[in-house]
């Protein structure tokens, strides 16, 4: 088999995983209505009442979005290395307002049929299923703390607030689940009487608790107690930046590849509480990590004041901006500003034909510039610098073109990483040279 049939069959086989997992998650719906069909849930006496049968239906889809949302987030390596980090995110932002949708249709024909039924006020039928249980009061809690989640992750909300402040309230998510669950197995008669649906929920829940619970604690733990990793050295870079270099043992059982990040949380008493996703600069050694920080916010800019032994805790690692998703063994790589990161990164394994494009206002702020020019020849590959004030594209005022600076370029992969608006201009460009979508890829640092 030919290198590039090689390419060609590992994209394939990457891009079935990937389609493969998000439609699970319809298919894993559909069967839980299914069942719910299947246990007589839809019998009606008149055609009215098909609405209520609506509500549960969506109450049922709702619970398993909100199952594949849990998933999706749970930092699982089988989600991670099927989708990436960035599109799991997505897909868990865009399933959590469908799924409060479908909460809100759950309960407004639930309540709608049901006081019908009663000859009740929707109102007066609401606090009526308070009866019912303590559950269906939680219910109902879980239900505001959802709304207060989903509007505060509204983009106008969000972009205004501080990602802390954000965070912490997202956090009320978990509560909410808390607080809705058990309505769902005491009152919900589909789950109640054992049989394949019981199996079905439990299996669900285990799978997306169990896959939460274990990557997103038991395994940081772990590391910590594996690898010892604590903080080695904290050196200043000539533009500002600082890199952080950590020691550890066996870290090759880490299993980071050059271009990931992690979720690095330094156990001191200022920052313990705090997880920030920082790319790897250069390979992982077996012994040691590091990373380059450019001081942009709070937590940044305080990193050049971490003590060396700092014990660290890392969560990954994360992402897919790396080798194993190349499509053609030529490569060229796109960094800006500190995007330059998982760039360094994955020059470390480059091998030729690779092209090397930074894009500085001036040497003397580009972070890792000697570095990365030191390596490149080492690998064999070729560094294209284009210096100057902001054009009217990704490049200087003359407007640099991919196809201009790298002629085979749409033979390559291209891997980007800087400003959103920077790299969805470098993405355009190389779209325009040619480049398939499926050989750009593209790191985020922020949204
Ligand atoms: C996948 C990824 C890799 C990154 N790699 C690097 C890197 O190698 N070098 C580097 O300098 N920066 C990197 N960043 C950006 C870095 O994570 C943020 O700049 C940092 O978290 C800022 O924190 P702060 O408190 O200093 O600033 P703030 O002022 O609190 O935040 C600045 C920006 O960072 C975002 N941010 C803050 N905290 C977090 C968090 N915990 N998770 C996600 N976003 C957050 C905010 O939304 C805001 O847009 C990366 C980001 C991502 C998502």
């Known amino acids: 088999m030919s290198t590039l049939e090689a390419y060609a069959r590992r994209s394939a086989r990457r891009e079935w995983w990937r389609d493969g997992l998000e439609a699970s998650i319809y ?71 469908v799924a409060f949708i479908l909460m809100l249709v759950h309960v407004g024909l ?44 509204l983009v106008a909300i969000r972009s205004r607030w501080r990602y802390e402040r954000w965070h912490a309230v997202h956090l009320l998510v978990y509560l909410a689940i808390a607080a809705v669950v058990p309505h769902q197995f005491l009152e919900g008669s589909t789950f109640r009487d054992g049989g394949a649906a019981w199996w079905f929920w ?16 038991v395994r940081p733990l772990v590391l910590l107690a594996r690898h010892d990793l604590r903080v080695a050295a904290v050196e200043p870079e ?9 020691s550890g043992r066996d870290l090759d059982r880490l299993g980071a590849r050059p271009g990931q990040f992690l979720l690095w949380r330094f156990l001191d008493r200022e920052r313990w509480t705090q ?17 380059t920080v450019k001081p942009s916010g709070d ?14 805790l890392a969560e990954g690692p994360l992402g897919i901006f790396t080798d194993a998703t190349r499509t053609a063994p030529g490569a060229v790589l796109v960094a800006s500003g500190i995007g330059v990161t998982p760039i360094r990164a994955l020059l470390d394994e480059a091998q030729a034909p690779c092209t090397v494009v930074l894009r500085v206002r001036s040497r003397e702020e580009a972070p890792l510039i000697d570095e990365v020019e030191e390596l490149a020849v080492q690998r064999g590959a070729d560094v294209i610098v284009v210096a100057g004030p902001r054009g009217s594209g990704w490049g200087t005022a003359a407007g640099e073109s991919l196809g201009a600076l790298v002629p085979d370029v749409a033979t390559r992969d291209i891997y980007v990483c800087g400003p959103v608006p920077w790299a969805d201009a470098v993405v355009l460009d190389a779209r325009a040279a040619g480049v398939p979508a499926a050989a750009i890829h593209r790191e985020r640092f922020g949204w």
């Open 299 to 312: 937590a940044s800019a305080r990193l050049a004041h971490l003590r060396v032994g700092t014990r660290v």
């Open 238 to 246: 000539p533009d500002g930046s600082v890199s952080v270099v950590m």
């Open 110 to 153: 639930i309540l709608v049929m049901n006081a019908r039924y009663d000859g009740r006020s929707i109102l007066s039928e609401a606090v009526a299923l308070w009866d019912l249980g303590w559950f269906m009061v939680a219910a109902q809690v879980g239900l505001g703390l959802f709304t207060i989640v989903v509007a505060t992750s």
């Open 27 to 97: 298919l894993v719906a559909a069967v839980g209505v299914a069942l719910f069909v299947a246990s007589g849930g839809l019998l009606v006496t008149a055609p009215i009442d098909h609405l209520y049968g609506l509500g549960r239906v969506a109450g049922i889809v709702a619970a398993v979005l909100v199952l594949a949302q849990i998933t999706l987030i749970s930092r699982a390596p089988y989600v991670e290395r099927a989708i990436g980090h960035d599109r799991a995110a997505a897909t868990h932002t865009r399933l959590g307002k």
């Open 275 to 291: 997880a920030h996703p920082w790319s790897l600069s250069r390979a992982p050694r077996s012994d040691s990590l590091r990373i």
């Open 202 to 217: 439990l299996v669900l829940y285990v799978l997306a608790v169990g896959s939460f619970l274990a990557y997103r604690i």
